[in-house]
Each structure stands twice: as C-alpha cells, then as structure tokens.
C-alpha cells in the first residue's frame, strides 16, 4: 500500500528555494568547456606524438603516448557527455520552472501518535516507523542521512518525487522534533533477515505496538 499525495499552495520558502535553484541553473547553462579546449587539446596530442617519435624508447615513451592518447579521447568522447549533460540540464531546469509556474506542490501530510527509529546496523540505513493509526504503519528510510537534523515529528509532510529530484528534500516537519521509540540496530538486521524488508514509505497493515515487540523479539 503507498502514500496518497494532494496537491497544495507553495510557501514562500518552498518558492525561494526553487528561484534560488532556477537562477543558480541558468548560471551552470553556458558550460565549462569552449572550443579552445579542444584545440588545445588537439596540438598537445599531435606535439606528444611528435616527440614521442623522435626520442629513444624509454619510459617516458610510455607516459608521453599515453598522454597523447588521453588529449584525443578528450576530444573524441567529451563532445557526447557534453550532450548528455545539457539534455539532463534541460529536463531539470523545465521541471522546475513547472513548479514555480504551477505554484503547487504535492505533499502527504501526516499526523501520528508514535514513532519509533531502528538505526542503521551496517550499510542499510536508519529506519522509522510512524503510526498512521490502530493498524497501519509507515516506514521512512533516512537513505540521504539528512533526517536527524530535525526529525522525527509527529506532524509532518511528504513531498511528492518532483520536488524531492528537484531540492533533495523530502521531508518537511510541521511540529518539534520528538524523541522516538528506539529499537535495538541488531534487532531490526535480524527482523529483517527473518520478515523480509519493507521498502521506502511503503504502508504496512500493522499494530504498531504488536510491531515494535516483534521487532523487540528479534533482539
């Protein structure tokens, strides 16, 4: 079962931030390399070849060649990323003009009794549990480790994928910071290895205090 998004107004700092990230892209547009640099490139190439061919063979044979094979690669491969990266700089600076010029967002708001973290053990990352109510719980993985700063909240909300691609954030607490229910990191591995996993903001049909003692159990 998945989270149900609505759209809504943006505030004013949801909106700085995208104006913010539109000026500071339409900066980066013009781009780093200019032609010069492929010819500089060219007759470094075409002189390391030249030298190369009248010295003995040595190691600085070796160094000056590969070189000159690094000079012409530049050339040959560099016009295509150049591509890629302005395809991928256009459809990011369209969906963010999208955002700005729709004005809305969507976000999942909720509002939970309960919360409880499982740290990470190994590479897995934090995990939390929030009640939605009497049998059902919502997991949120902090795979950006940027969660702690200033959740868990009861009252929260979640962005939808647009502006989470566009900021890198996905959270927005809407109440303090609270102190979560903590559940033993080794506990949570070996749940996991036994239940299987469930993945980001995904909605399991659950008692969350059944949960967290079978998760206890676990230990």
Request: charge should be positive; proline fraction near 3%.
């Amino acid at each position: 079962m998945n989270i149900k998004y609505k759209p809504r107004n943006l505030n004013s700092n949801e909106l700085r931030i995208l104006r913010y990230l539109k000026t500071k892209t339409e900066k980066n547009e013009r781009g780093k390399i200019k032609f010069y640099h492929f010819l500089i490139a060219g007759l470094l190439g075409v002189c390391l070849i030249y030298i190369t061919s009248i010295i003995p063979d040595s190691f600085w044979t070796l160094i000056l060649g590969t070189l000159a094979v690094f000079s012409f690669a530049f050339i040959v491969f560099t016009p295509y990323e150049i591509y890629k990266a302005k395809k991928q700089h256009k459809e990011f600076l369209n969906l963010l003009n999208s955002l700005i010029e729709k004005g809305t967002v969507e976000t999942c708001q909720i509002e939970s009794t309960k919360i409880a973290i499982a740290p990470e053990y190994e590479d897995e990352n934090d995990m939390y549990i929030i009640k939605l109510n009497e049998n059902e719980v919502l997991y949120i993985w902090d795979t950006e480790y940027k969660l702690n700063r200033n959740f868990p909240s009861l009252k929260f909300e979640i962005y939808g994928i647009d502006f989470f691609k566009i900021t890198g954030k996905q959270i927005n607490p809407l109440s303090e910071k609270i102190l979560p229910l903590k559940i033993d990191r080794k506990a949570k591995w070996n749940f996991m290895k036994q239940y299987g996993i469930y993945g980001h903001l995904e909605i399991e049909k659950s008692n969350f205090e059944k949960l967290i003692l079978k998760y206890k159990n676990c230990a």
